[in-house]
């Protein structure tokens, strides 16, 4: 083989392969398969199609419909619940709305409040606060497993140990007695020298566990009120002789 010959060889690397082609889809001719128009009938070879097709757009629909719906569980579950304040000269605590007081009441050394909606007593929050209650949070806590463990229907749950943002540690205990969700919640208040339980019930799961998240640790005795001190404060009218 000459040199001339040799020159006149192509490389492999510059061989460029044969075009596609494609069966024309009006007269059957074999054209460019990257030809929009037919060159012998001049048919158009491309339709105009949506982006997502009836499929794609049916997918969409099906996924914008979900997502409305886990929006609506999760407000209806609490994450637009506005709580009432309720201030006595006891207690401070927050009430979900619509919630009424029960107008519950104690001996000195111990303050009650109860609040339930008005004919729906399933749901409702209790809170007692005792000066010198005896035992620890935790303690308390257990002798109430005890209790429930000897209680006929009930469906006790385990002790669990809570620490609330704020740095307040209650220990809860959740159980279930006639079709009603009820969680218990244990902690000390006022430096130790009160003990504060809070309980919750609610006939539905979800409720109760939006509700456990709030409730509790916004539910506080005031350390000088008069059910927890020794200044006669009956006759409010009154004013207190100077010092």
């Not at 040199?3 to 074999?30: L, M």
């Not at 309720?86 to 609040?115: C, I, K, V």
Request: aromatic share 6%; with cysteine.
């Amino acid at each position: 083989m000459t040199v001339e010959e040799r020159g006149e060889e192509r490389a492999p690397s510059e061989e460029r392969p044969p075009p596609r082609t494609r069966i024309c889809r009006i007269c059957s001719v074999e054209i460019n398969a990257a030809s929009a128009r037919c060159p012998y009938c001049g048919a158009r070879q491309f339709k105009h199609q949506p982006i997502l097709g009836w499929r794609g757009a049916l997918v969409c629909l099906i996924v914008a419909a979900a997502a409305v719906l886990v929006t609506r569980a999760i407000v209806g579950a609490g994450g637009r619940t506005t709580f009432e304040p309720y201030l006595s000269s006891n207690l401070a605590a927050l009430l979900p709305p619509g919630y009424a007081n029960l107008d519950r009441t104690a001996q000195h050394g111990t303050a009650t409040a109860e609040f339930a909606p008005p004919g729906n007593p399933a749901d409702s929050e209790r809170i007692v606060a005792a000066l010198g209650m005896s035992g620890t949070p935790r303690s308390r806590m257990q002798a109430l497993e005890t209790r429930l463990s000897r209680t006929p229907g009930v469906v006790r749950g385990a002790l669990f140990r809570v620490v609330f943002p704020g740095g307040l540690v209650a220990y809860e205990v959740p159980y279930t007695q006639n079709h009603v969700a009820y969680a218990s919640f244990a902690f000390d208040a006022c430096g130790g020298t009160i003990g504060v339980t809070v309980t919750i019930s609610a006939s539905r799961e979800s409720t109760l566990n939006a509700l456990s998240l709030v409730l509790p640790q916004n539910a506080q005795p005031r350390c000088d009120g008069p059910a927890f001190s020794n200044v006669d404060r009956a006759d409010v009218s009154v004013p207190l002789a100077p010092r």
